[in-house]
């Protein structure tokens, strides 16, 4: 018999990172409206340890995608339905690398890491007065397609569940 469901681990990771990436995003939002205060620092403080700790789950979570077996495909491997939905599941990883990296090297190129490190609010610069720095602004611009791959993400199980009446989510749940 075939696999039906993820590994405990993948589907750990897959549901940790969830969460943690939904508050990198209302941080990440939040951040981007907010004046220069206290508030924005503490969000800059905590979207930056929300964003290391997706980073390494994500690191984790290639390593299971390497070594751990998965279910069988919901559609023949050569559907297109079925490639599509491997670019939005391979897409959300290179989509979250590049978001963590480029997040974490506009620390510094931005000079938000020093404020960090010291907790001292007043040495936080005010970086959207200068424009971004290109990291950045690729941190920002590809922010949008985690919001597009996360459209499709949903929107692929809703239409498995109405088209084929199978809930899928209980292949990525927990026993």
Known sequence: MEQQKYSKRTVWIHWVSALLIFGLIYTGINMEHSTHTTEKFKLYKLHFTLGILVFLLTQLRVIALITDKRPITLYPKKSLHQRF?????????VVIIWMCISGILS????????????SDFSELPEISKDGFHPIMLSHHIVAKFVFLLLIFHVLGFLIHLV????????RIWFN
């Open 85 to 93: 939905i491997a670019f939005v599941h391979y897409g959300f990883y």
């Open 107 to 118: 620390l510094f190129l931005e000079g938000i890491y020093p404020a960090l490190i010291s």
């Open 163 to 170: 088209r084929k009446q199978e809930n899928t989510l209980k």
